[in-house]
């Protein structure tokens, strides 16, 4: 309870400056253990950048380094997201 | 499940300040014109920076408090005292400042009216803005849906949005004081808990749509017990502050 944790849904902004699109509310998949949910329900860390966890097993989902130029991007377990072509 | 994603830029953009609403001691409701405004859904937030003279940025999510059919763009912030934002949003800012925002942001936790009912909002202290945004969003568009709200706040004095707060077709209200309350208070007395929650209702067999807002030992709490008492965890969404303000 005294862990210092968001929700994904309260990163979302930087969510969308990584995939260009909202994607709180598609589904992933933990890799470690097959939980489903969606984005928004994942655990949000914020320190030095920004970690994703599975709500249920809190394995990383993704961890986003914000380096002044550019975001580094980690991306685990399974998405299926769907972007816009532009 | 996947989801065609809509084009949404996030670029900062700068908003004018219209009006500020003193709506409790700590709280202050910013009023914003943005000209290329694309609206929202309720439950979204922005994000708000603030850069410093020296280039510093400090940036924060703000839930949006005005109804998706509202045409215009209302944030509530609450004072944090020792935050790096909310004390320069509440005290300092003023009517015709400029602030960046980014936004609308978030699909996660929305309602739309179209999604009907049932509808469970539960709201700790400031937690009550983005639920406020989902009931005038409802009362817009005349919905009747089967609607609870269940809000805790400290003191009366800190209940946001009092006098617009009343009890309507389908809409259901009940308060809780944790900390002091006025002579004949006839609403709880205590922190949510379970048995709180049973009745309040919805029960789980009629499959509410859920969101529970606030800090994040409250949001906690709540979300353990409604799970507990057998709501699919899948249909409890939750929107957690964060310590910083």
């Known amino acids: ?86 | 499940m996947s989801v065609l994603l809509a084009p949404r830029a996030v670029t900062w953009r700068v908003a004018t300040v219209t009006e500020l609403i003193q709506e409790t001691p700590q709280a202050v409701t910013i009023v914003l014109d943005l000209p290329d405004w694309p609206g929202h859904v309720a439950g979204q937030h922005v994000d708000i920076r603030l850069t410093a003279p020296d280039g510093y940025q400090a940036q924060r999510s703000y839930s949006i408090a005005s109804g998706p059919d509202e045409g215009r763009l209302a944030l509530t912030v609450e004072r944090i005292d020792d935050g790096e934002v909310s004390p320069y949003l509440t005290t300092v800012l003023e009517q015709g400042d400029e602030l960046e925002l980014r936004g609308p942001i978030g699909a996660h936790f929305t309602w739309r009216v179209e999604r009907g009912g049932p509808l469970l909002l539960i709201g700790g202290g400031s937690g009550l803005v983005p639920l406020m945004s989902m009931l005038r969003h409802r009362a817009a568009r005349g919905s009747d849906a089967d609607t609870r709200l269940l809000l805790s706040a400290r003191t009366q004095d800190d209940v946001l949005y009092a006098d617009e707060l009343r009890e309507a077709p389908g809409l259901r209200i009940h308060r809780t004081l944790t900390r002091e309350r006025p002579d004949g208070w006839e609403g709880y007395d205590r922190r949510v808990d379970r048995a709180m929650l049973e009745e309040v209702g919805p029960p789980p067999h009629e499959r509410p749509h859920v969101f529970v807002c606030g800090p994040t030992g409250f949001v906690e709490v709540v979300a353990d017990a409604l799970v507990e008492l057998g709501h699919d965890p899948a249909a409890i969404h939750a929107e957690r502050f964060g310590p910083t303000g």
């Open chain 1, 1 to 86: 309870m005294s862990e210092l944790w968001l929700d994904g849904n309260g990163v979302a902004g930087t969510l969308t400056e990584v995939f260009g699109a909202e994607v709180t509310a598609i589904a992933r998949t933990c890799g470690s253990c097959g939980t489903t949910a969606a984005v928004g329900a994942h655990r949000a860390y914020r320190g030095a950048g920004l970690v994703l966890r599975c709500p249920s097993c809190a394995d990383v989902a993704i961890r986003i380094a914000q380096l002044p130029d550019r975001n580094v991007v980690l991306v685990r377990g399974s998405w299926s997201v769907e972007l816009p072509r532009s």
